[in-house]
């Protein structure tokens, strides 16, 4: 089946500096990638769209500039977060469309911890 | 607008009993849902999906599902869970058969107890 991998899979910054979580499909080409991010026992929620080419998607109530998404290439899409702070301390997961079917296909999860 | 509802935010249950996790979605156009497991700190992988067709669908792992349009359900169920089987389930929802993202439900802690 499709993989998707996303990197880190845990990291831990300092607050006030960036963080950049990379997205990729390894054994296929994804124009749609799609940004989650999951609290403590809570579910998951989109935060963006992402799409090689063009500019992210945001969902509402999603600061656009906080949370920089970059689609440059077919297999990889990434996540910054930015002047990052306690309260995004999160789980990051990433999917991606396979062109084929339209099946997501998602990656492992990056866990941020913002110390 | 699209939602997805688990009635249980957590199940316990012995080893080699029967379970469902409950989902009720609610929509104003034709659905397509979607059961996910999650293990500790790992990305979601599917367990069934429902497109079209016959409304009883299989999955991996031993799970099946069945699609309910009058009741607007798509309750999971497994007729003998093992310890391995300790995750979160979600149930998800989306307008398209696929590249349009998923609407989640909350969450379903399934814990098999020896």
């Known amino acids: 089946g499709a993989v998707v991998s996303q990197h880190p899979s845990r990291v831990i910054c300092k607050s006030g500096t960036s963080v950049k979580i990379e997205c990729r499909s390894l054994?296929?080409?994804?124009?749609?990638m799609f940004w989650y991010r999951q609290f403590p026992k809570k579910s998951l929620m989109l935060m963006a769209t992402?799409?090689?080419?063009?500019?992210?998607?945001?969902e509402q109530g999603v600061e656009k500039d906080k949370f920089l998404i970059n689609h440059a290439s077919l297999t990889l899409s990434t996540l910054t977060v930015t002047s990052a702070h306690p309260e995004d301390s999160s789980f990051y997961i990433c999917s991606a469309s396979l062109p084929s079917t339209g099946e997501l296909f998602f990656g492992e999860g990056s866990r941020l911890t913002v110390l | 607008a699209q939602s997805v509802t688990q009635l249980d935010s957590q199940v316990p249950v012995f080893e080699e009993a029967p379970v469902e996790l409950r989902c009720n979605y609610s929509s104003s156009v034709s659905v397509y849902l979607f059961w996910y497991v999650q293990y500790p700190n790992q990305g979601l992988q599917l367990l069934l999906k429902?497109?079209?067709?016959?409304?009883l669908v299989k999955g991996i792992n031993g799970f099946e599902a069945e699609f309910n349009k009058s009741q607007t359900s798509f309750h999971l169920r497994k007729p003998s869970v093992h310890i391995s089987d300790t995750a979160e389930y979600f149930c998800?929802?989306?307008?398209?058969?696929?590249?349009?993202?998923?609407?989640f439900g909350k969450g379903t802690r399934l814990s098999v107890i020896a």
């Open positions: 429902y497109l079209s067709g016959s409304t």
């Open positions: 054994d296929f080409q994804a124009t749609t």
């Open positions: 998800a929802v989306s307008q398209n058969s696929g590249n349009t993202p998923l609407v």
């Open positions: 992402s799409n090689e080419g063009s500019k992210a998607t945001y």
